[in-house]
């Protein structure tokens, strides 16, 4: 069975931390483009980065360049999102989404990708 499944979400305050994972099964998950998106509650979704499987770079949205970053562990078919210095406009559910061809270049709007796990929920709050 195909499937993505996301964890490590929280609360935190301004200015802290958390580390997303979206961990794979039933098949490699770096073959194929990554992105991580949120929907915060009343808004559309939000591409924040995405992975390019074919030159194995990442594009990041202009909203969370410097703070946000992306990795991954082939071994364990898991890719994280670090996310530093969070602000209270970070807050939202945050989706990992893949599928589409192999070895393919991303983009942040969400129409490439067939596969999405179920969210985890970010609040960043004092």
């Known amino acids: 069975q195909v499937q993505i499944v996301e964890s490590g979400g929280g609360v935190v305050q301004p200015g802290g931390s958390l580390r997303l994972s979206c961990a794979a099964s039933?098949?490699?998950?770096?073959?194929?483009?990554i992105g991580w998106f949120r929907q915060a509650p009343g808004k559309g979704r939000e591409g924040v980065l995405c992975?390019?499987?074919?030159?194995?770079?990442?594009t990041y949205a202009d909203s969370v360049k410097g703070r946000f970053t992306f990795s991954r562990d082939d071994g364990k078919n898991t890719v994280y999102l670090q996310m530093d210095n969070l602000k209270p406009e970070d807050t939202g559910n945050y989706y990992c989404a893949t599928g589409g061809p192999t070895w393919a270049r991303c983009d942040l709007t969400d129409l490439q990708y067939d596969v999405w796990g179920q969210g985890t929920q970010v609040t960043v709050s004092a």
């Open positions: 992975f390019s499987s074919s030159d194995e770079s990442t």
């Open positions: 039933g098949f490699t998950l770096h073959y194929y483009a």
